[in-house]
């Protein structure tokens, strides 16, 4: 189903969804919001609609008692919003990047952990994508595109990070089966998502390309889930630390091609890049407008400290440093 029929149903007219479902590529310059797609400008107007109805009123108790926004997050995957580049033929929504990036800003600006859930939700789904055959598409793909079972992609460990050909984690043929050992960390969406993307070494004297891809779901024996941090904020979207002790993964579970895990990686964090970047320009975006709204209201010495040239000083750097581009 195409997001923009799934929008439809909420918000939009019909004359204009089909625009949306025929016209995905304009190629104009994003400097403005006038200048994006009438596709795009719908997409902005809907998910801002929606963040600042659904998401804005949860946000700080999301917040502040590390609860998974689990019905906002649903209502995201009815709009389409958990699988925005996959194609509509395996349940996604069939937009491209730069609707990925204007949704997340939207979600973001109004509630960072459920734009965190989102963004790494599409990781996934797009690591499926790019990389499954038909079997996996439909096993770990098509039922995590509506919302309703999320999904995370695990590379990071509690010696890896920046460098991501040192993973220790490894995976060991016995049978028909790859045995996995191992800790991951800092794995978002971690406590709550039912299939996993995982990295593990087939091969140690290879180095990164002995990394390989899994496919696992949560219910696999020897999966555990660790340590869930205690973040300083982003707290309704879980950081999760998981465990594999002899954990056993069918080999047709294997993602792509044996030993291409690293490339794997690469690749999607590309495209995830992107919606990091999309989540930071909507919290940005959110502090500017709390900071203006402050100003103006604040009171000192008989007049709003916005009048004063000091704080005009400071707004206008937040302003040129934010850069915002479709407001
Ligand atoms: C909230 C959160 C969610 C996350 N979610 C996921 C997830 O879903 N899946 C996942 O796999 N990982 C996840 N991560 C892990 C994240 O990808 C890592 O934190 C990141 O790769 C950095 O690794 P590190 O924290 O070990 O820092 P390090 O690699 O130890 O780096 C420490 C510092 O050194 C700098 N540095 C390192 N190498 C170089 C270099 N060569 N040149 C210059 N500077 C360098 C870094 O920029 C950084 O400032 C998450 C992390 C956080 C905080």
């Not at 999904?151 to 049978?175: I, N």
Request: net charge positive; with cysteine; charged share 20%.
């Amino acid at each position: 189903m195409f997001s923009a029929t799934r929008i439809s149903n909420k918000l939009c007219p019909n004359i204009i969804l089909k625009r949306i479902s025929n016209n995905l590529q304009d190629g104009k310059s994003i400097a403005s919001l006038a200048s994006l797609s009438e596709t795009h400008q719908l997409l902005y107007k809907t998910c801002k609609d929606f963040a600042e109805g659904e998401l804005k009123p949860i946000a700080a108790k999301t917040d502040r008692e590390k609860i998974y926004p689990k019905k906002q997050i649903e209502e995201m995957g009815e709009l389409g919003l958990m699988a925005v580049c996959i194609p509509e033929n395996v349940g996604g929504t069939g937009l491209d990047y730069l609707s990925y990036a204007i949704a997340t800003e939207q979600i973001s600006r109004c509630c960072a952990s459920a734009g965190t859930i989102m963004a790494v939700q599409n990781i996934y789904v797009n690591a499926l994508n790019n990389f499954g055959n038909d079997k996996q598409k439909e096993e770990f793909l098509r039922p995590f595109t509506d919302g309703k079972q999320i999904g995370s992609f695990s590379l990071s460990e509690p010696g890896l990070g920046s460098d991501a050909s040192a993973v220790a984690t490894k995976a060991t043929k016995k049978g028909s089966n790859y045995i996995i050992n191992g800790t991951k960390s800092w794995t978002t969406n971690g406590f709550e998502s039912k299939g996993l993307v995982l990295f593990a070494s087939t091969d140690k004297s290879k180095k990164h390309k002995g990394i390989s891809c899994f496919l696992l779901k949560k219910d696999f024996p020897g999966f555990f889930v660790g340590k869930k941090e205690d973040k300083l904020g982003i707290r309704g979207s879980s950081t999760c630390s998981l465990v594999f002790e002899d954990c056993p993964v069918p080999e047709e579970n294997v993602l792509g091609e044996l030993g291409k895990g690293f490339n794997y990686a690469m690749i999607t964090l590309d495209g995830g890049r992107i919606g990091i970047a999309a989540q930071a320009c909507g919290i940005a975006q959110a502090s500017l407008e709390l900071a203006v709204d402050y100003a103006s209201k604040r009171v000192s010495f008989g007049a709003p400290i916005a009048k004063l040239q000091s704080i005009q000083v400071f707004i206008f750097f937040f302003i040129r440093t934010k850069s915002p581009k479709w407001h």
